[in-house]
């Protein structure tokens, strides 16, 4: 099947799991151009590394790293909600999906997007679901998402 990508760039922007080296390749900064990210320590980043692995299949947050240039450039997350209704069903919730302004146009949002769904059809959810800007509407709408509902919020910080 021909999607138009080469092979050369398939090589070159594959998804994988994150790895706790990850943050030396730029993970945060990636994650400040989508909403607030402070800095943060090494530490502080391999705890909240650890605490997401014991999750397992559970919580993913899958990457992109440019080969050549050993960057993350794009990233997202999907975590798993284990509910009473649907017969004792789970949803996937996708969170935090950014590309680099860099590289947006490689079609690296549709990669992570396609791996999340994936990862959330292979562990048993019946659906997968997400919120975004009217803006990025159209990119969804593309990946086969459709509007449904209305999203509310309550922040506390």
Not at 27 to 45: G, K, N, P, R, W
Not at 89 to 104: F, L, N, T, W
Not at 134 to 140: A, I, L, R, V
Request: charged share 30%; proline share 1%.
């Amino acid at each position: 099947m021909q999607t138009g990508h080469s092979s050369t760039e398939e090589e070159t922007y594959k998804v994988r799991k994150l790895e706790i080296t990850d943050k030396k390749k730029g993970f945060i900064s990636l994650l400040q151009q989508l909403t607030v990210c402070d800095s943060i320590s090494d530490e502080a980043f391999e705890e909240r590394f650890r605490e997401i692995t014991k999750y397992g299949d559970d919580h993913l947050i899958c990457v992109v790293e440019d080969k050549n240039s050993g960057r993350i450039v794009a990233t997202g997350s999907v975590f798993i909600e284990r509910k009473f209704i649907r017969n004792c069903g789970k949803a996937g919730h996708i969170e935090d999906v950014v590309v680099d302004s860099s590289v947006r146009g490689k079609h690296l949002g549709t990669k992570i997007i396609e791996y999340m769904s994936d990862h959330a059809r292979s562990v048993g959810c019946y659906k997968v679901i997400l919120d975004c800007s009217s803006e990025n509407k159209p990119f969804y709408e593309r990946c086969g998402f459709k509007q449904k509902e209305v999203q509310m919020v309550k922040y506390f910080v």
